[in-house]
């Protein structure tokens, strides 16, 4: 072979493998996305076990921890919850039943009511929010309006017009310094108050925001400052319940925080005349807003009904209540088309809605509503 047919063969064997590397390194580029996709899945699949192995680690370290110097901590390992979310409000109608002198509260979820009981077209007509709502003239105590009147339910801070009456009825002076103390706190819904313990105001002043503002705190120390102390105030407010023909209602506590406070509609109707003959419950339940002095400040409390502060109601005494259990209440006694009526809203829902209802009842009375029906019931032998 020449020399010159070696340096060609030599230059075609380096061309060849040359064009064999490139060709390998071209197919290893190409399977190298693929590759690193698999790796990758592999690893966000690989990484909650990993680190859900770390957190409970961790947590385990946690616990340990809490048990050394008894302070809870929170767990760091998250859970997945099953459960249904929990209901910020259980509407429920209650049934009051007596048992070896005890009161106890039965309830069961509430239904959708649909028609009200004794006037056949209002409810639908109305359409109101309040579970409970009950109208009467105050003059002829012709009913009105009636809308489940008779269902026994917790009528929460209502319960303050009975606390208030009690009070005026023992006759105890009205200019009398009370001191708030750790007994007036809320052991039933925890709740705050403004009024703090040590504040001392007069039995007036307590009876002031009780009705206007329904401060918790001054209900129950005008309770406590009662002849035989906050259980024969209790007593006392039973026994008034009853001596006003209310046999449905039951008071266990002066302020309304506890559900087994409960009342009708058609007893509320009593207990609503039986206060506005006290001028004193008349006139501070209707005020807009008032200051008291605690003997270390100033505290400035404000009417808890929108109707009073609006000024476009004729309103000669009121009172509102809340609590879960309860709902939205209020009781009124107002004057519509020259006539006083006596407004009974229990157990609504939303915020403004007893509001609202009051404004639909009044409207509807303006309209002629009544008539309306009154003309219905005639027509069918009512009376």
């Not at 064997?13 to 790796?39: E, G, K, Q, Y």
């Not at 070896?100 to 039965?106: D, M, N, S, Y």
């Not at 009636?146 to 303050?160: E, Y």
């Amino acid at each position: 072979m020449t020399r010159q047919e070696f340096s060609i063969g030599k230059a075609l064997r380096v061309v060849s493998t040359t064009i064999a590397l490139s060709v390998c390194a071209a197919l290893a580029n190409a399977a190298a996305p693929s590759a690193a996709l698999a790796t990758s899945a592999d690893a966000t699949q690989a990484t909650p076990s990993v680190k859900k192995s770390k957190r409970i680690k961790v947590t385990k370290k946690t616990e340990k921890a809490a048990a050394a110097d008894g302070k809870p901590r929170a767990r760091t390992a998250k859970v997945a919850s099953t459960a249904e979310p929990t209901r910020t409000r259980r509407r429920v109608h209650y049934r009051l039943a007596a048992r070896e002198g005890a009161v106890k509260v039965a309830y069961e979820p509430r239904t959708s009511v649909g028609t009200a009981f004794g006037l056949h077209d209002a409810p639908d007509e109305l359409a109101l929010r309040s579970s409970v709502a009950y109208v009467v003239d105050q003059n002829t105590h012709e009913t009105l309006f009636d809308k489940n009147s008779q269902a026994v339910v917790p009528i929460a801070s209502i319960t303050k017009l009975m606390t208030a009456m009690v009070v005026l009825d023992s006759k105890a002076p009205l200019t009398e310094q009370i001191e708030v103390t750790d007994e007036d706190r809320d052991t039933v819904k925890n709740t705050g108050s403004r009024l703090s313990v040590g504040s001392v105001l007069s039995r007036e002043d307590m009876l002031h925001i009780a009705l206007m503002a329904s401060e918790n705190r001054a209900a129950a120390a005008l309770s406590r400052y009662y002849p035989g102390g906050r259980p024969a105030f209790i007593a006392a407010m039973n026994h008034k319940a009853q001596e006003l023909g209310m046999p449905e209602t039951h008071f266990l506590s002066p302020s309304g925080l506890t559900s087994e406070n409960v009342s009708t509609g058609r007893d509320l109707v009593k207990m609503v005349n039986a206060a506005y003959q006290y001028p004193l419950i008349r006139e501070f339940s209707t005020d807009e807003s008032y200051d008291v002095f605690t003997g270390r400040k100033t505290i400035h409390y404000g009417t808890t009904n929108a109707l009073v502060r609006g000024h476009k109601w004729d309103i000669g005494l009121q009172k509102t209540g809340f609590i879960n259990e309860a709902g939205e209440c209020m009781v009124m006694q107002t004057t519509i088309q020259n006539r006083p009526i006596v407004i009974v809203l229990l157990d609504s829902s939303g915020k403004y809605s007893r509001f609202g209802d009051a404004q639909r009842i009044r409207s509807w009375i303006d309209a002629g509503g009544v008539q309306r029906v009154t003309s219905i019931e005639n027509s069918r032998g009512g009376t």
